[in-house]
């Protein structure tokens, strides 16, 4: 008993400590949601404009394994398609992060034909295959979350050349306004992975320590990828171009020490943060003093600023940076400084855009203000974190420690309080919450042992009483000696002292027991003859041969019991007699094919959405697949806003107060 009771209890602590401390979860404090998740980067940089550090996702049954990129913009998850390698080029499914074959998954919903509108201001445009399929985060083996029945866009287009995994929440609408699917954040927030519709991202680089991985994390952020601060970034009110800042300066310090202010303008422009693309697209003006500072020359024709190598080995001994001054507005209020290295622009672009690989610069040329935009270039140096259901975000600089750890900070859902939460749940341990975090293990872990031993200790001490008690009240009980009654024995006979006297006739004495002879044994003979079979000759050593005989019965005839009439079991005939009864025996055997009779088990419901409704996507649907490289024939609907009840700012309507984006908490003004 104490042994059972002991590996229970050990059971029972190890179990409380596991609660506490696997899985990066934590034990969570009461009122918190599930923690945020890390997608775990791929360790290869991929892309034909960069390169970039790349994520793994799975995507049909059986899962395939593919390397995306992050973007901001795309709600859906993009994946490339086998119409977008020609046979010739062996290396290219390898190139554009692997290839998705819609044909061998058995999970694939084809859903049509439709135009990639996403860039459409940029003039980047295309087609896509669309459908449903099971998408799961990680490499395979790496236990990240599986969703079902997500938006899938198989695309062709050079123009994106890897595939795109969207954190942006919009949904997606195939038919029209009214049957809307979610997008893949949403997904994970309503089957309780994520605590809130919000990611950080930083895009990583090649230049820093000895390659930095980029990092992604969905429902928070990596406090350990950024130097925080105070300034919280609203949403503006195109919800096609929602991320956007404020750049108030472009400053550049040449080598004779001298600032200059590269956006050329007296006041500041709104630009669009967006991951999708590479580059920083600016005013034709900003374009022109950065040709001047770097000695850049325009390519036409590629719309790219390649460098040669000899210019490129200048550059990277004069080293110059780069600082983005960012507010809220174009000009005014708090800022916040982004330095860009001359390495972070120091990029490299290869087929199908140029044959060779070739060294160019990430600047673009806007032809109007709707094209002014921050790139993944950007996000080499700056670490964004995007609340979508509050509706604000942030940008800040990222810090290069010589040993990057990951502090996963979750963003817990909005609530009806006008107030910032407090403190955001950790689902990686600091120094404070990994202390508090044991303290509860050991104490949860002792709380049980005690409760268990003091249970087994009870049953012991209860057995041990009942044992003792028992033996002293036991005693061995004696059957009583009937002296009323005569007791009788039945007649006997001496044993025989040698095989001489098996043929003597033995008179048994009146009375050879200590007791009366039963009178039914009075009338019986005193003399019996006792007789023991011998065996031949070699069992007597004088060799005789010994006559064998039967033993005597008594005088008294058998007396057959009364009984009816009945058929023998053996007859005189050779054959043998029967059995009498029933001439047949009737059963009811299974037969083949019988089956138990069950009722089938409904299918459980989806689960049911989150209280929030987002516009749909303009997505329209496309007759046939011609066109996957162009726009012809291609309509597109004006789509609506995605967070009901937010003011033309782009403000929440659940309660104006900011993200806990950073460990500096601002209060709502």
Not at 17 to 33: F, I, N
Not at 58 to 70: F, K, S
Not at 159 to 167: E, H, K, S
Not at 417 to 422: I, L, N
Request: charged share 15%.
């Amino acid at each position: 008993m104490w042994t059972i009771a002991f590996v229970t209890a050990v059971w029972l602590a190890q179990f409380s400590w596991l609660t506490c401390v696997s899985g990066g979860a934590g034990l969570r404090e009461r009122g918190t949601g599930p923690a945020a998740i890390s997608v775990p980067p791929t360790e290869a940089f991929d892309g034909n404009d960069g390169p970039w550090s790349s994520f793994f996702i799975q995507v049909g049954t059986p899962a395939q394994p593919l390397r995306v990129l992050v973007s901001t913009a795309v709600s859906a998850t993009w994946v490339i398609i086998s119409a977008g390698c020609p046979a010739s080029v062996t290396t290219c499914p390898s190139g554009r992060g692997g290839i998705y074959t819609a044909n061998t998954s058995s999970t694939w919903e084809d859903q049509g034909n439709y135009e990639l509108y996403i860039e459409e201001n940029l003039d980047i445009v295309g087609a896509g295959i669309f459908g449903n399929d099971t998408i799961s985060l990680g490499a395979p083996g790496s236990g990240g979350p599986i969703l079902q029945n997500q938006i899938i866009g198989g695309i062709a287009a050079e123009q994106f050349w890897l595939g795109m995994l969207g954190v942006n929440p919009k949904p997606t609408n195939f038919t029209n306004f009214t049957s809307e699917q979610s997008s893949y954040m949403v997904s994970l927030k309503e089957q309780d992975i994520i605590p809130s519709v919000s990611f950080g991202y930083t895009a990583g680089n090649q230049y820093r320590l000895k390659t930095v991985l980029g990092s992604l994390t969905l429902g928070g952020y990596d406090s350990a990828r950024f130097a925080p601060n105070d300034l919280s970034f609203t949403f503006a009110p195109d919800d096609s171009r929602d991320l956007v800042v404020g750049i108030q300066a472009i400053k550049y310090v040449d080598e004779s020490q001298n600032s200059h202010n590269l956006l050329n303008s007296s006041s500041g422009i709104l630009a669009y943060v967006d991951s999708t693309v590479p580059e920083i697209w600016l005013p034709k003006s900003a374009c022109a003093a950065f040709e001047n500072a770097f000695g850049l020359v325009y390519d036409p024709v590629n719309k790219l600023y390649p460098i040669n190598s000899t210019w490129h080995s200048t550059l990277q001994s004069r080293n110059p940076n780069v600082t983005f001054t960012i507010g809220n507005e174009a000009s005014g209020g708090a800022t916040v400084d982004i330095v860009l290295p001359y390495a972070a622009f120091d990029l490299e672009a290869s087929w199908p855009k140029y044959p060779n690989n070739t060294l160019y610069f990430p600047l673009q040329r806007a032809e109007n203000e709707t094209q002014f935009t921050l790139g993944r270039t950007l996000l080499q140096e700056a670490y964004l974190i995007v609340d979508w259901e509050r509706g604000n975000f942030s940008l800040s600089q990222c810090i290069w420690p010589d040993s990057l750890g990951q502090n996963l900070v979750a963003i817990p859902p909005p609530t009806n309080s006008t107030s910032p939460p407090s403190q955001p749940s950790t689902a990686s341990t600091t120094s404070g919450s990994g202390s508090n975090t044991m303290g509860i293990a050991v104490g949860v872990a002792l709380g049980v042992l005690f409760v268990v031993s003091a249970i087994a200790l009870f049953f012991v001490l209860r057995r041990q009483k009942a044992r003792k008690l028992a033996g002293s009240t036991a005693r061995k009980v004696e059957l009583d000696i009937d002296t009323q009654r005569p007791r009788y024995e039945f007649p006997g006979s001496q044993p025989l002292k040698s095989d001489a006297e098996s043929t003597q006739l033995l008179t048994r004495p009146p009375s050879f027991h200590d007791k009366e002879i039963h009178p039914a044994f009075a009338s019986a003979p005193t003399t019996v003859t006792i007789s023991e079979l011998k065996g031949d000759d070699q069992q007597s050593p004088s060799g005789s041969t010994y006559a064998r005989h039967e033993m005597y019965g008594s005088s008294f005839a058998p007396v057959e019991l009364p009984a009816a009439d009945h058929q023998e079991l053996f007859s005189s005939s050779p054959e043998p007699a029967h059995l009498s009864g029933p001439s047949s025996l009737s059963s009811t055997p299974l037969m083949d094919g019988d089956e138990l009779d069950v009722s089938p088990v409904a299918r459980a419901s989806g689960a049911s959405p989150i209280g929030r409704s987002y516009g749909p996507s303009p997505l329209d649907r496309v007759a046939s697949l011609r066109g996957l490289f162009g726009r012809p024939g291609y309509r597109r609907q004006e789509s609506a806003d995605f967070l009901p009840g937010s003011s033309s700012g782009g403000n929440p309507g659940d309660g104006a107060f900011f993200s806990p984006i950073s460990p500096v908490e601002k209060e709502a003004e």
